[in-house]
């Protein structure tokens, strides 16, 4: 039974202790589940594997997460059997048993390096722009950069061209090529691979000269050396030290004097370094 207080409010008719023993009932916590916190840990994707590898969904079930724009795919291995059928029929043949592809007697594999020249390979890109279109018909804009340096600093005493003598004073002069600052006794590098057609005195000014054959038309040449270590008929790789500068034949103080011959006509070597 209830009773009714003068604003209205329905008291219970049992006794004070029943009810405060019914409220502490009512706050007591529920039993921990024991398996509740290991799920936290194991995070969303690890559930997800767990269901689908539960449920036997296929032989391959994918659990696609897109989380923060990543979409990450796990394949899972079926937990059921497969029948000797499906096997067969789904199999792929292994690798020792992959069938044979013969080939001609007559096929040729190219492995030279214009076949795998990359940017980074500048002597594979030298042989291409010469093999591509006659050498006295390349544009500066097509041989920039396809020579290397012949010294490791390059600084231009007497530029290629016109000029003032320096030993007569004559005007007029043609200059035929860059002379470099260096000092006597500098290493000189070969500005490509090639072959050396000449190494020894040039007599009309040259002093101890090299020439390096490059192929297709294209030859350089080094000028004024106080010595060289190399030999006619020598095959050079770009950057190997041919000789050491110095201030041999007409010349007025330790340089070095580099040519660029076209078909046997010197061009300006900025065009070509």
């Not at 003068?6 to 009512?26: I, Q």
């Not at 269901?51 to 059921?80: D, E, H, I, R, Y």
């Not at 029929?89 to 592809?101: D, K, L, M, V």
């Not at 034949?249 to 070095?256: I, Q």
Request: net charge positive.
């Amino acid at each position: 039974m209830t009773t009714q207080n003068t604003r209205g409010r329905r008291r219970a008719s049992g006794s004070t202790a029943e009810l405060r023993t019914a409220g502490v009932a009512a706050h007591e916590p529920r039993p921990r589940d024991p398996h509740r916190e290991f799920r936290r840990r194991k995070g969303p994707l690890r559930q997800m594997a767990d269901f689908a590898a539960a449920s036997g969904a296929g032989q391959k079930a994918g659990v696609a997460l897109a989380t923060t724009g990543l979409l990450l795919t796990v394949a899972m291995p079926g937990t059921g059997a497969m029948t000797a059928a499906s096997e067969s029929s789904q199999s792929t043949p292994s690798a020792g048993n992959q069938p044979e592809i013969p080939a001609a007697a007559s096929a040729t594999i190219d492995f030279s390096r214009a076949a795998v020249s990359t940017t980074a390979d500048p002597d594979s890109k030298l042989k291409q722009l010469l093999s591509a279109q006659s050498v006295g018909s390349i544009t500066t804009s097509s041989s920039k950069g396809t020579l290397g340096a012949p010294l490791d600093t390059l600084t231009t005493a007497s530029p290629f061209g016109y000029r003032v003598n320096p030993i007569t004073g004559g005007l007029g002069e043609f200059h035929r090529g860059q002379d470099f600052v260096a000092q006597c006794g500098t290493p000189v590098h070969a500005a490509a691979a090639g072959k050396v057609t000449f190494a020894g005195w040039h007599p009309y000014g040259g002093g101890n000269r090299i020439v390096v054959d490059h192929g297709n038309g294209l030859e350089t040449t080094y000028n004024h050396l106080s010595s060289f270590n190399v030999q006619v008929g020598q095959m050079v790789s770009r950057g190997d030290v041919l000789a050491l500068s110095g201030t041999t034949g007409a010349s007025t103080g330790c340089h070095l004097h580099f040519e660029v011959m076209v078909n046997g006509n010197v061009v300006d070597p900025l065009g070509w370094l």
